[in-house]
DNA sequence: ATGGTTGGACCCCAA
């Protein structure tokens, strides 16, 4: 089974981008971060028309919102509400043999990393540790589980261009990527990018739109993860990093990222 | 040190 997880900033005016997605990679998932489309105009025969009959989403007018596109159908599609905020950041399903999948949106977290003088910090803060929470829980031991989404954290020194020029910009400051570790150490969850790119190895998956020529500054990050326990961590078959959608016509700023994992 | 771009709503906000 082939899952892809994509912040794809605006569904409805990405619908050819996702056409060439399924061309190039021919997912059975797809998991969407940032729609940006209330439920009534979502796009539903669009992506039918792609091939996949089985869309799940959850999504609100402007900002965020969430879409998992199957060819299989998927049991159980539930929303969560994240850090008690109405914010459309999550999407869970079951997949068959009772494989639990959750697609996350983490707050981008502003400018300023203080949550004392920032808000948006203090949500994204916030947001990790309820994830940390919700994974804690007594339901979810021995649970096999994949998350996938836009974190919004990159974590590692290799996983953004200059670990010392970022270490004060949001998405790489130590009070995130402390969060985001300690959600990766609740259930031992697998980075599954890590398992296949050396750590050593710089790897990215979004390029921020204020780069006159992304590629050849290159200055990304890797703020979308794809995660399982380590129950399912024997099955997973590869990964990669659809880097070239970043030069499509009318690109996201975030690339798709690819698992392929034996259910 | 600053400013650079995008999408979607509305004449600005979040990213």
């Known amino acids: 089974m082939r899952i892809v997880s994509w912040n794809i900033n605006s569904v409805r005016i990405r619908i050819p981008l996702l056409k060439k997605l399924v061309e190039e990679q021919n997912p059975d998932i797809i998991c969407l971060q940032e729609t940006k489309v209330e439920d009534a105009s979502f796009p539903h025969a669009d992506l039918t028309a792609l091939g996949y009959p089985h869309v799940y989403f959850s999504g609100q007018k402007g900002y965020n919102g969430m879409a998992i596109l199957s060819r299989i159908p998927l049991e159980n599609p539930t929303p969560m509400g994240m850090a008690k905020s109405e ?27 203080d949550p004392a003088q920032n808000p948006a910090f203090d ?82 998956s979004w390029w921020s739109y204020r780069n006159k020529d992304w590629k050849a500054s290159n200055r990304g990050r890797r703020l979308d993860h794809i995660w399982t326990t380590p129950n399912l961590a024997p099955a997973i078959r590869g990964y990669s990093v659809h880097t070239h959608a970043r030069d499509w016509d009318s690109p996201s700023d975030h690339v798709p990222i690819l698992m392929d994992i034996a259910l």
Do not use: C
């Open 87 to 113: 914010d459309k950041r999550h999407l869970g399903v079951l997949l068959p043999g009772g494989v639990a999948l959750h697609n996350f949106y983490v707050p981008a977290g502003g400018d300023i990393p």
């Open 123 to 204: 949500f994204k803060l916030r947001f990790v540790e309820h994830m940390t929470e919700w994974a804690s829980a007594p339901a979810q031991k021995n649970g096999k589980m994949i998350i996938v989404g836009d974190f919004n954290i990159a974590p590692g020194e290799h996983d953004v261009w200059s670990h010392k020029q970022l270490l004060k910009i949001v998405s790489h400051t130590p009070a995130e990527v402390d969060r985001l570790n300690t959600l990766q150490k609740t259930l031992n969850w697998t980075d599954v990018a890590r398992k296949f790119v050396p750590h050593e190895e710089k790897s990215y």
